[in-house]
């Protein structure tokens, strides 16, 4: 496949810093980007006081990469925060018992937040469901209910897990 890989002998960058080949990569199409990965040969890269050893490096721009996937749409997080569980407050009375469930799933490292006020059921599940948090924990019962499927279970927080695709958010393709 042409143009897969280009010789361009005008590159010269680092040359106080590079001995040798340079190595910089573009995205095909998306070239006003400039170099996403970039690296080359350094002769003297380490040094044990008696002797040089040779290295080739390379970086990637992960941040420049994902800047252009992100902000032309190309891909997108499949939920805008990365709280996976709402613990819903009873009353505010009942804070405690709700901070405490968080506290056992925080612990384990289950993304958690606490209803911010004691609200109606229905109006906690609309603010998770607003936010595309996937899970709401009732302290009073020790349920949890997956507000996707409508699936309600019996939970201890000491050893509940959401399935492993909803522990944190993750990209997907945009639709087109």
Do not use: C
Not at 7 to 32: K, M, N, P, Q, W
């Amino acid at each position: 496949m042409p143009g897969v890989l280009v010789a361009d002998l005008s590159i010269a960058r680092g040359l106080d810093y590079y001995t040798g080949t340079v190595y910089e990569t573009t995205f095909v199409g998306h070239e006003g980007l400039g170099s996403i990965a970039s690296g080359g040969r350094y002769d003297s890269l380490v040094s044990d006081g008696k002797r040089s050893y040779p290295g080739v490096g390379m970086s990637i721009g992960i941040s420049r990469i994902m800047s252009r996937l992100l902000g032309e749409d190309l891909v997108r997080a499949s939920r805008p925060v990365p709280t996976a569980v709402l613990v819903a407050v009873v009353q505010e009375e009942s804070r405690a018992a709700s901070e405490a469930v968080a506290r056992a799933l925080r612990a384990r490292g289950v993304p958690t937040e606490v209803a911010p006020t004691a609200e109606k059921f229905g109006k906690q599940i609309r603010y998770a469901d607003r936010r595309s948090i996937p899970f709401v924990w009732f302290p009073q019962s020790g349920e949890v209910k997956d507000i996707r499927s409508g699936a309600q279970v019996a939970a201890d927080p000491e050893v509940w897990e959401p399935p492993q695709s909803d522990w944190w958010p993750h990209l997907v393709a945009a639709e087109n």
